[in-house]
């Protein structure tokens, strides 16, 4: 996702609802399944997320939105991916994107983890957001800039960090 600059009102209202209409993939042995925002996740994936309870799908791609080059990308994801290894946590590779859009983006599904630590990596790697995935209710857009709620308000699918 290419980003100017600014978060202009029109920017930041754009984002979140690209963030919404992305579908969110995860590599499971069987296959890939999708996660939406608002929506349960889907039975696999509850398997997966277990006794954990929720799991969390992130990056540290594109910051604040903006494009990086695949390289850098790659690198900022994997020095992520040996983050979490060094939490002992579990993840699934996945890959967000627009239907019909080239955007992609690499991410990762995390469980083992809890959210304080979530959010101090997400925060590090400037992300805007991410996916709470609860076991027991429907996948949450967390948003990690709080200037954004005067346009977004509150919706029963965002959580603000």
Known sequence: MSAS???????VAALIAL????QYEISLPRGVVTVRVGASAPPPILRWIGSD????????CNPRSTSLPREENEARLEALRAELRAQGCRWLEGTGFIPG???R???VLVAGIDA????????RYDQNSILVV???AAVMLRIYRPEWRAVAGDAP???WA
């Open 134 to 136: 609860p076991a027991t």
């Open 53 to 60: 309870g929720t799991a969390f799908y992130l990056t540290a």
């Open 101 to 103: 859009e080239a955007w």
């Open 5 to 11: 600059a600014a978060d202009t009102p029109a920017r």
């Open 105 to 107: 983006e690499e991410c």
């Open 116 to 123: 304080a630590a979530v959010d101090e990596l997400v925060r």
């Open 19 to 22: 963030y919404r209409e992305s």
């Open 157 to 159: 699918d965002l959580e």
